[in-house]
T-cell receptor, first 111, second 112 residues
Framework: EDQVTQSPEALRLQEGESSSLNCSYT??????LFWYRQDPGKGPEFLFT???AGEEKEKERLKATLTKKESFLHITAPKPEDSATYLC????????????FGGGTRLMVKP | DADVTQTPRNRITKTGKRIMLECSQT?????MYWYRQDPGLGLRLIYY???????NKGEISDGYSVSRQAQAKFSLSLESAIPNQTALYFC???????????FGSGTRLTVV
């Protein structure tokens, strides 16, 4: 059974204080790992897809990296508008287009 | 207009009632999904459809049914609502495997 565990559950940062969110996964053959951002009262918004170990992708202050067992979402010099819940999901090779999601990390950035 | 529109946004219903949640999309995607989100449990797949004639059960389909009326419309029904179906429900679409999903804004359902 595919599993995704995100840590920490919640993270409080001061504006400008860089940190990382973790996504550990077990999957029977990874096809892709996805990161989403979810704001309160809204649906998740797609950020990145990573396909293979060693791959990195960046968007503004966010950088996602992937190893064979986990992915990190690095947030550099965060701003209050980066406050959101960040979701990680995996897609297995034999799972069609379906995603298995982790529980999310709620990030709060204080000014 | 939003790419993926869910109605209603909020609904309170009584135990035993039948309720339908609707989803429509303007993305032109063939693939559509229904997920529910519960605190601490993440998003879990209820049903998915890869085209109008294709309907598949997801991880937690018991107590739910779906209808794919057209490429753009995918409805979720609770035949006889129960309190543990209280949750946030999301519809999503995708272009294909390895493409990110586009989610609607969700329906907050409370069963009392």
């Amino acid at each position: 059974e595919d599993q995704v565990t995100q840590s920490p559950e919640a993270l409080r940062l001061q504006e400008g204080e860089s940190s990382s969110l973790n996504c550990s996964y077990t999957v029977s053959g990874l096809r892709g790992l996805f990161w989403y951002r979810q704001d309160p009262g809204k649906g998740p918004e797609f950020l990145f897809t990573l396909y293979s170990a060693g791959e990195e992708k960046e968007k503004e202050r966010l950088k996602a990296t992937l190893t064979k067992k986990e992915s990190f979402l690095h947030i550099t010099a965060p701003k209050p508008e980066d406050s959101a819940t960040y979701l990680c999901a995996v897609q297995a090779r034999n799972a069609g287009n379906m995603l298995t999601f982790g529980g999310g990390t709620r990030l709060m950035v204080k000014p | 207009d939003a790419d993926v529109t869910q109605t209603p946004r909020n609904r309170i219903t009584k135990t035993g009632k039948r309720i339908m949640l609707e989803c429509s999309q303007t993305k032109g995607h063939d693939r559509m999904y229904w997920y529910r989100q519960d605190p601490g449990l993440g998003l879990r797949l209820i049903y998915y459809s890869f085209d109008v004639k294709d309907i598949n059960k997801g991880e937690i389909s018991d107590g739910y049914s779906v209808s794919r009326q057209a490429q753009a419309k995918f409805s979720l029904s609770l035949e006889s609502a129960i309190p543990n179906q209280t949750a946030l429900y999301f519809c999503a679409t995708s272009q294909g495997a390895l493409f990110g999903y586009t989610f609607g804004s969700g329906t907050r359902l409370t069963v009392v």
